[in-house]
């Protein structure tokens, strides 16, 4: 059996179809990457807006410090994205930072004694869409379930403050840019934050619906194939990073052509359905149980050196109910595994040798 993984640690942006493992950070680089040209765009329209200007308006100082800040945290960003690990909650911390630099600019300008800018403002109400969108692009639930409350919830804290302290409402004159204040345009506003930010959580749960069905075996709920392989890259590039022993077991039931062959097709299948569950109830929940194909499961052990691996497997065999006993075989990353090919490979020969000896277990 010969297995080949590729993997890919370039910390350049390449094309799309080299890096479907890796489209968290990469997309997040994307994206990132449209952040920065949005500030500085925006930071280079308002200091050209300012050249006929005797002085600044609060508003102004208040945006340049908000867009200073939004930039200097996109290059720190794009810098970290480039040469350290992706940890997938650092979407989450992204989206926090750009609520919350939006927000603080509408409360600044609010505190400036311009509330009126804070309420009828649309370049910087426009930015809480590009948060929206990019947490859509994202597909993460709980990034977007984040978004679908503090987009709406940060607006009306906004419009409250500006109501509530400076009387934003009771504005006599207009201000010759913005306007006045009306409240069915700042009702309008949060309605429409809170259906477009409803409609994309709702997307990303369908979204997340539909990769769990496409990563799970149909019959036994066990993990497939295609995700086994993808999370075996993920966890032996963090093991060699942080140096922690890694081991995979290969599973096979003996016996089970002969019990189909006697009891048929729809009873086999009752078999494994009861094996993939005995065998995720009898591990950790950081390990991962995968249905491999036909009577083959395989379970991978993250932070398991091999005698521990040798004791979960002894574990496993007695968990399995009758009429059908595993064959387990062992295989643990170390100076000669470096590659899931390599650790498929020992793992496969050292099943095939407990099954030729009958001794249940073995270990390479």
Known sequence: MTITLDTDSSPRLLPVGKHVRRRGKDLERFLNLWRLALVASM?????LGRLGRARAMPEDVAAEIVLGCLLLFGLALQFYLAWFPWDSRLSLWVVVVDVLAVTAFLIGCVAADRAIVATNSQVFFFLYFFVVVSAGLRGDP?????????????????????????NVNAL???????????????????????????????????GASDRTEARTDPLTGAYNRRFLEEFLNREMARSRRSQQPLSLLMLDLDGF?????????????EVLVSVAQSLRGAVRTSDVVARYGGDEFVVVLPNTPAE?????????????????QLSVGIGCMGDGLQS?????ATADAALMRAKQTGSGVSLE
């Open 43 to 47: 930071t280079v329209a308002m200091l």
């Open 142 to 166: 709980m990034v977007s379930r984040t978004v679908a409350w503090s987009v709406p919830a940060g607006y009306v804290c906004v419009v409250l403050v500006a109501v509530a302290w400076r």
């Open 172 to 206: 006599t004159q207009p201000d010759p840019v913005y306007g006045g204040f009306r409240w069915e345009l700042q009702l309008a506003r949060v309605i429409i934050l809170a259906v477009v930010t409803f409609i994309i959580s709702y997307n990303v749960g369908l």
């Open 257 to 269: 052509k002969a019990f189909n062959d006697e009891h048929g097709h729809l009873a086999g299948d």
């Open 308 to 324: 521990a691996a040798r004791r979960v497997a002894r574990e496993l065999r007695r968990a399995v109910p009758p009429p059908v």
């Open 340 to 344: 899931p090919g390599q650790l498929f």
